[in-house]
């Protein structure tokens, strides 16, 4: 089946606790993007990644690292969180960076104590 | 000003109803343009591409006039299961060479027996 997994889907955690949120695809999709969705703002890019090796910040880079080594996976860091990171979390992949269907994983909702 | 802006809403729709969403964009830049659907707490989906030609897909219009940057999305004879938000979502190539995505904040559909 075609999908885009993220781990975990909910995460509890406290200022300043390095974590990684894991984010893979299944369809060998060249695109993909992290983004983060809070009440009002909608989504708002992070990082995206338009092949391996390529990566480059969205609107919200700040506080956030990415990397691209393999086509399949695109894990989103937060070396020190803070309680404004609290947010959901999207991961998406496409074939392409334009004109083509974004496929979304399921979100993850994290909280930063 | 949001780069891509809608009205939040909320619509409240008898069934049957018919119903217009509006979405703007500033950048003159922009190349593709869609509509996608987020239930409560669930990941993105999408419902259509748009162009300037105008599509259809069953009883959803959607169309494009790039002269006044401006989107729209019409659903006809409205159902209860069309009950969601409606994202406004704009590619464009951003300054360092690469495609950012852009999201509208949403507009939230409710839909009334």
């Known amino acids: 089946e075609a999908q885009v997994t993220q781990n975990p889907r909910y995460l509890i955690t406290v200022t300043g606790k390095k974590l990684t949120v894991t984010c893979s695809q299944n369809m060998n999709h060249e695109y993909m993007s992290w983004y983060r969705q809070d009440p009002g703002l909608g989504l708002r890019q992070i990082y995206y990644s338009m092949n391996v090796e390529v990566t480059d910040k969205g609107d919200v880079p700040e506080g956030y690292k990415v990397s691209r080594k393999e086509k399949r996976n695109f894990p989103l860091i937060l070396e020190s969180p803070s309680p404004n990171q609290t947010s959901l979390y999207f991961c998406a992949s496409s074939f392409g960076a334009v004109h083509t269907e974004a496929f979304f994983g399921q979100g993850t909702r994290l909280t930063v104590v | 000003r949001k780069e891509v802006e809608q009205d939040p809403g909320p619509f409240n729709v008898p069934e049957g109803a018919t119903v217009a969403f509006n979405c703007t964009y500033s950048?003159?830049?922009?190349?593709?343009f869609f509509w996608y659907r987020q239930d409560c707490r669930k990941e993105p989906k999408l419902l259509m591409s748009?162009?300037?030609s105008g599509n259809e897909d069953g009883r959803f219009t959607a169309q494009l006039n790039r002269a006044s940057q401006y989107i729209s999305l019409l659903i006809r004879d409205s159902k209860l299961s069309d009950s969601a938000t409606y994202l406004c979502?704009?590619?464009?190539?951003?300054?360092?060479?690469?495609?950012?995505?852009?999201f509208g904040a949403g507009t939230r559909l409710f839909v009334k027996a």
């Open positions: 748009v162009y300037s």
């Open positions: 950048n003159s830049a922009s190349q593709s």
């Open positions: 979502v704009v590619n464009r190539e951003a300054d360092t060479g690469g495609f950012k995505t852009i």
